[in-house]
């Protein structure tokens, strides 16, 4: 993924591709015309692109993200990689339906709009609300918040995930 902002026109913030490889070799696959860098936008850009890709019988599901580093980017495929594994999980119908699961699972993908010295500890503090709830709805999160530890935690540089103080708004507005 690319964004080229000389090129594009005025009306427009920067001119996005995407790129696939396939057997060793770079093809550029979409583009579009974006009006900013927020996350709302890439959001956009992405549910779009599962739309197209799905009247066509395709599955836009892209296994590895490479990208010039964007704050909305990063942020928007951050939510969504989080929001993938409670999918994996089978988590989506009580994400749906438990206000209280729901919350959790809000808060740990929120964790990347907290100033970087605070997101540690913010996740242990949730963690421990989940040891403190009955054992199915621990049961139930647990994997959730072993797979955050091992990657988002061990894994990932906070730095490259965390938005605090950054010019980006959530997609609030859009829910």
């Not at 920067?14 to 790129?19: A, K, P, R, W």
């Amino acid at each position: 993924m690319d964004g080229t902002f000389s090129a594009s026109s005025s009306i427009f913030d920067q001119v996005y591709s995407l790129h696939g490889i396939k057997y060793q070799q770079c093809f550029a696959c979409a583009f579009g015309l974006l009006s900013d860098r927020k996350k709302p936008t890439y959001k956009f850009l992405f549910q779009e692109l599962k739309n197209l890709a799905a009247e066509m019988n395709l599955c836009f599901n892209p296994i590895t993200i490479m990208s010039d580093f964007e704050t909305g980017l990063a942020e928007a495929i951050h939510s969504e990689a989080v929001y993938r594994h409670i999918q994996t999980l089978g988590l989506s119908q009580e994400y749906n339906n438990n206000k209280e699961v729901r919350l959790i699972c809000r808060k740990l993908m929120a964790l990347s709009l907290l100033p970087l010295h605070l997101v540690i500890q913010s996740f242990d503090d949730l963690f421990e609300l989940i040891l403190q709830a009955p054992s199915n709805k621990f049961d139930l999160l647990k994997p959730l918040f072993n797979y955050f530890d091992n990657y988002w935690i061990k894994q990932v540089d906070l730095k490259k995930w965390n938005v605090f103080g950054l010019e980006i708004r959530t997609n609030n507005n859009a829910e």
